[in-house]
């Protein structure tokens, strides 16, 4: 694992106000951004327009469930239904509270399930809490 974390957005309005969350929170971690499902399982898996990517798998996924070309269950699946990435912490951070989606998430393995609050002062805080949970509190697999 690195300490990297791996953001799947498409929106970029919010990419940048993830970015501007994670960075007031004081988080100094890289963040790889990735903007459709197909791209995201490249960066995981280190495939594609990634191949050449050195650095492990990201210390945790930011996952939109809405994405071009595959969407975030998908993504979701796959990570789940290999071996190497079974334990990858994987939080969708999604505006969607639709009862489908959220059964859908946990039903495929996801650890936790967050929809994005509209206001930004609620939103940058819900983003401080994931990161410090993933971030600082929680001990992850080996």
Same mark, same amino acid.
């Not at 990634?50 to 996952?63: D, E, I, N, Q, S």
């Not at 002062?121 to 509190?137: D, P």
């Given at each position: 694992? =690195?300490?990297?974390?791996?953001?799947?957005?498409?929106?970029?309005? $919010?990419? *940048?106000?993830?970015?501007?969350?994670?960075?007031?929170?004081?988080?100094?971690?890289?963040?790889?951004?990735?903007? /459709?499902?197909? *791209?995201?399982?490249?960066?995981?898996?280190?495939?594609?327009?990634?191949?050449?990517?050195?650095?492990?798998?990201?210390?945790?996924?930011?996952? $939109?469930?809405?994405?071009?070309?595959?969407?975030?269950? *998908?993504?979701? %699946?796959?990570?789940?239904? $290999?071996?190497?990435?079974? =334990?990858?912490?994987?939080?969708?951070?999604?505006?969607?509270?639709? /009862?489908? /989606?959220?059964?859908?998430?946990?039903?495929?393995?996801?650890?936790?399930?967050?929809?994005?609050?509209?206001?930004? =002062?609620?939103?940058?805080?819900?983003? %401080?809490?994931?990161? @410090?949970?993933?971030? @600082?509190?929680?001990?992850?697999?080996?």
């Amino acid at each position: 694992m =690195t300490d990297a974390i791996l953001l799947v957005e498409d929106n970029a309005s $919010d990419e *940048e106000l993830t970015l501007r969350a994670l960075k007031k929170a004081g988080f100094a971690n890289p963040v790889a951004v990735v903007r /459709d499902g197909a *791209e995201a399982l490249d960066y995981v898996f280190a495939q594609g327009a990634h191949a050449g990517r050195t650095t492990g798998a990201p210390r945790f996924v930011l996952l $939109d469930l809405n994405l071009p070309k595959l969407g975030g269950l *998908e993504v979701l %699946r796959r990570i789940r239904a $290999d071996e190497r990435t079974r =334990t990858l912490p994987v939080v969708i951070l999604t505006s969607s509270r639709e /009862d489908r /989606d959220i059964a859908g998430g946990y039903s495929n393995g996801v650890n936790s399930y967050v929809v994005k609050p509209v206001d930004y =002062t609620q939103f940058a805080e819900a983003i %401080r809490q994931v990161g @410090q949970y993933w971030l @600082q509190l929680n001990v992850g697999p080996a």
